[in-house]
């Protein structure tokens, strides 16, 4: 049976690897962030992504390294991907929005939609179903939502200030960004040659109602690797889901 939503939906991404991962050192002393190997997996974080998104029927990956990019192209080189990549790196620094545009222009497809994703998320939900929501509602740019949970032990109370249960690490009540998008042709050119565009073409778009919010469906994985912490966490959550 053939899909009708299939036409409108994004075969190629940008991945943003070029972050030098401060805050994982000393795992990014000698390799980029998106190069860390998320343990017992015997794989970097990019390597579940391009896996990630070919499943989800991308075809072609635009990879824009910055920080140590050549361990990251000689990687990408001698790795069995499923799909295709080209890396560009920026010859000097042009900001979330600036690296965003650049990465853009190069790929096979302009006049086309296109996913992108911050090259340190481990997750998997469908992009299929995202880019489906992107397009009923006439967006041209959809972030997915994710709800983390908080670090610590929450504490519950009646009206009366007496505390009646506690919850171990919790969801946040908050939705926060969570670094994967679907963009539509002309986003592209709404980009900033230099800057943040989550302060400028974002807010721009959300006054203009053309930004949407695709909560990530309950029970899906999500996980920003920020910390060496995240690495361990992921490992003991991927462990018990059994991957």
Sequence with gaps: MTDPN???RPVQAVVLAGGQGSRLRPYTDDRPKPMVEIPGTGTPIIGHQLTWLAEE???????SCGHLADVLQKWLDAADL???VTTVVETEPLGRGGGLKYAAAHLPHPDKPWF?????????FSLRDMADFHTERD?????????PRIPWGAVKTDGFGRVTDFIEAPPTTYEIN???YVFSAEFAGMLPERGDHERTTFPRLA?????AGFPIPQGAYWRAI???KDLTEAAKELASLGR
Excluded: M
């Design 178 to 180: 969570a670094g994967v």
């Design 207 to 211: 006054r203009e109602r053309l930004l």
């Design 226 to 228: 920020d910390t060496a």
């Design 139 to 147: 967006a041209v740019a959809t972030l997915a939502l994710a709800r």
């Design 57 to 63: 029927g991308v075809t072609d990956v635009v990879v």
């Design 6 to 8: 299939a036409a409108s």
């Design 116 to 124: 992108a994703t911050n090259g340190d998320i481990w997750t998997r």
């Design 82 to 84: 499923p799909l295709n």
